[in-house]
């Protein structure tokens, strides 16, 4: 991914010098997060089958930060298990795994875990006991070259259900700064026709740091495709960042 400061002349914007932003994740392994004292704190859970916990804050975040990505927001409050998986038409990407976040301001729940088939994630292990309802977390799919987006279950059961496509996709992003405009499009180098590569307007102004901004995509390249999302800030004007997306089998 990549982080570019954008012009506005006009009614257009324009790219000026891109500069370097930090690179796509590669095999799942837990990460290099400082846990929390006691059981909640981040760590191997489940016989190695996913790292879950809290952690403390480190200084610094991405400027554009995307924090979910689902065929749908999850409405139920809480549920027994979570179920997350990647569509079959991805599974066999390398190093295909699954990154989940909290969406709550200072809440630093994290869990890491491979996707290569589904996996079913207890609630009662840290999601309950930290108070976090399920809409109340991100779900980002990552392989060693694309962004995945998953679709995430609330369920009772501790089995895997069937995986249907939606055909749209629910985005969550973060910014570090107050902005007043939001931005997204698929890249022009997409196989799109010219009216699905437009500019979107996310709906809302004054959007504040830290706090997670929601918009649904309905249109869905068939093929791995850029999303760039344009924010303008209050600070630096407009600022834009991108992700190489595999949205195949949604």
């Not at 501790?158 to 997204?184: H, K, Y």
């Amino acid at each position: 991914m990549r982080i570019v400061r954008l012009a506005l002349v006009l009614p257009l914007i324009v790219f000026v010098l891109p500069c370097e932003g930090p690179s796509l994740a590669s095999d799942w392994k837990c990460a290099g997060v400082s846990p929390i004292p006691g059981p909640l704190g981040y760590q191997v859970r489940q016989g190695g089958v996913r790292c879950e916990g809290l952690f403390e804050p480190a200084v610094g975040a991405s400027r554009v930060a995307l924090m979910s990505l689902t065929d749908a927001p999850l409405s139920q409050r809480s549920a027994r298990f979570l179920q997350i998986a990647a569509s079959p038409s991805v599974a066999t990407e390398p190093g295909l795994h699954v990154v989940v976040l909290s969406l709550v301001p200072d809440t630093f729940y994290r869990l890491d875990a491979p996707i290569d088939k589904p996996v079913i994630v207890p609630t009662a292990d840290v999601i309950e006991p930290a108070a976090l309802d399920l809409p109340q977390l991100g779900f980002v799919g990552y392989s060693q070259r694309y962004v995945v987006p998953v679709h995430v279950r609330a369920a009772d059961g501790g089995q895997p259900s069937n995986i249907v496509p939606s055909g749209t996709l629910s985005a969550s992003v973060t910014i570090s700064t107050f902005a007043t405009d939001i931005l997204w499009r698929w890249k022009r180098s997409c196989p799109l026709d010219a009216a699905e590569q437009k500019w979107n307007k996310v709906r809302g102004a004054d959007f504040a740091p830290n706090s997670p901004i929601s918009f649904e995509i309905r249109v869905l390249p068939k093929t791995p495709c850029p999303l760039e999302i344009a924010v303008k800030t209050t600070a630096d004007g407009w600022i834009s960042q991108e992700w190489p997306v595999n949205a195949a089998g949604f």
